[in-house]
């Protein structure tokens, strides 16, 4: 089975702070994403990337950015954390380049900015 | 650009009783759909998908979902509910472009009454 871990469960950071949520996977796929969830809007694409190094704006980049240094990982980045970013961020990662795969979802990280 | 509705916030089935989800796309050719259920405090799970052929497409956890092109729907059912199907189901559109993109609905939550 495929494996999407996410670092943290729950995280509470402070408005300001710069904060980094990580994602890995365990089935060599090439696209990743990022999520954030909030109740009545469904999921937003935040950025994802298909590549190595490569990334793409979502919906909703504003706010954020990502890294992706190695195929396994991919790491989102609140760059001075506000209180609207508080939300569940969900991470998935699919195979290939034809929207036909579906994506594998982590369990996701609850943050609450202060 | 594509959009997914899913008209009910909130349905409550009782236990043994059907259950029927809708779900509504806007896009010009027909798009690649998947229906993920996520239980309370985890990630998304693929419940089943639909690329071409037989409209009525059979999931796990005893779900089915049938494709109606003409009304641009793709509802999710079950013919009797069990106290564990208590979770959020999310609609999701795939489109055939780079980057394997989905766009998803706002969910709906369903509540079993025993």
């Known amino acids: 089975d495929v494996k999407v871990t996410q670092s943290s469960r729950y995280l509470v950071k402070r408005t300001g702070e710069k904060v980094f949520l990580e994602c890995v996977q365990d089935m060599d796929h090439e696209n990743m994403f990022w999520y954030r969830q909030d109740p009545g809007l469904g999921l937003r694409l935040i950025y994802f990337?298909?590549?190595?190094?490569?990334?793409e704006k979502g919906d909703i980049p504003e706010g954020y950015s990502v890294s992706r240094e190695k195929k396994e990982r991919f790491s989102l980045i609140l760059e001075s954390a506000s209180t609207n970013q508080t939300s569940m961020y969900l991470c998935?990662?699919?195979?290939?380049?034809?929207?036909?795969?579906?994506?594998?979802f982590g369990d996701g990280t609850r943050l609450s900015i202060l | 650009a594509q959009s997914v509705t899913q008209p009910d916030i909130h349905i409550t089935v009782s236990e043994g009783a059907s259950l029927e989800l809708r779900c509504n796309y806007s896009y010009g050719a027909t798009p690649y759909l998947f229906w993920y259920v996520q239980s309370p405090g985890q990630g998304l799970q693929l419940l089943l998908k639909y690329f071409s052929g037989d409209t009525l497409v059979q999931g796990i956890k005893g779900f089915e979902a049938e494709f109606k092109r003409s009304q641009s729907s793709f509802n999710l059912r079950k013919p009797s509910v069990h106290w564990s199907d208590a979770a959020e189901y999310f609609c999701?559109?795939?489109?055939?472009?780079?980057?394997?993109?989905?766009?998803f609905g706002g969910g709906t939550r369903v509540l079993v009454k025993p």
């Open positions: 999701a559109v795939g489109i055939g472009a780079a980057g394997n993109k989905l766009t």
């Open positions: 990337s298909y590549d190595v190094k490569m990334k």
């Open positions: 998935a990662s699919s195979k290939g380049r034809n929207s036909n795969q579906p994506q594998h």
